[in-house]
T-cell receptor
Framework: KQEVTQIPAALSVPEGENLVLNCSFT??????LQWFRQDPGKGLTSLLLIQSSQREQTSGRLNASLDKSSGRSTLYIAASQPGDSATYLC??????????????FGKGTHLIIQP | DTAVSQTPKYLVTQMGNDKSIKCEQNLGHDTMYWYKQDSKKFLKIMFS???????INETVPNRFSPKSPDKAHLNLHINSLELGDSAVYFC???????????????????FGPGTRLTVL
């Protein structure tokens, strides 16, 4: 059974710092991995999608890497801003093995960027 | 706007009632999903559905039933609501087919804004 773990669970840093959020998954047989952002009381915004054959994806100040063989992904946020404060969720699309064919989520990293 | 939309945004109801949450996507996607986010903010898949097949997560009680009147809609019906059903429910969609023309699990999923259900 696929399990996704995110470390740290919470992170508070001053504005301007570069930071790394970590995600690990137990079964490397995945199709892809998505990073999402969730603001309080809001839905999920997809940030980056990395296919299993890819090593990284970049969007603006965000860079996500994927090491499928070791079951790890990182989300790098450069020059953090208070507007980056949110919960960041990592999710993998894995072979369903007969179960519902959806994403398996981690519990998220709650990020606070201090002005 | 092209998006996944859900109604209502908030739903407060009594134990034992039957309620529905609606989901619509105008992205032309073939596959739709329902996820539940519990009080600890943990998101779990409940159902996936395309025009051929409904797949139910084994942990979902049979009081929950998705209904799809057409490809753009997947509504969630919940019978005999219980206190533990209180959560935020998210609908999502993704294309079924890839660039090669066959079914593809590599496609990105797009999420709706969520429906916060409170059972009293």
């Amino acid at each position: 059974k696929q399990e996704v773990t995110q470390i740290p669970a919470a992170l508070s840093v001053p504005e301007g710092e570069n930071l790394v959020l970590n995600c690990s998954f137990t079964d490397s047989a995945i199709y892809n991995l998505q990073w999402f952002r969730q603001d309080p009381g809001k839905g999920l915004t997809s940030l980056l999608l990395i296919q299993s054959s890819q090593r990284e994806q970049t969007s603006g100040r965000l860079n996500a890497s994927l090491d499928k063989s070791s079951g790890r992904s990182t989300l790098y946020i450069a020059a953090s801003q208070p507007g980056d404060s949110a919960t960041y969720l990592c999710a993998v699309r894995a072979y369903s093995g007969g179960g519902a064919d959806g994403l398996t989520f981690g519990k998220g990293t709650h990020l606070i960027i201090q002005p | 706007d092209t998006a996944v939309s859900q109604t209502p945004k908030y739903l407060v109801t009594q134990m034992g009632n039957d309620k529905s949450i609606k989901c619509e996507q105008n992205l032309g996607h073939d596959t739709m999903y329902w996820y539940k986010q519990d009080s600890k903010k943990f998101l779990k898949i409940m159902f996936s559905y395309n025009n051929k097949e409904l797949i139910i997560n084994e942990t979902v009680p049979n009081r929950f039933s998705p209904k799809s009147p057409d490809k753009a809609h997947l509504n969630l019906h919940i019978n005999s609501l219980e206190l533990g059903d209180s959560a935020v429910y998210f609908c999502a969609s993704s294309p079924l087919f890839g660039t090669s023309g066959g079914p593809s699990p590599y496609n990105e999923q797009f999420f709706g804004p969520g429906t916060r259900l409170t059972v009293l």
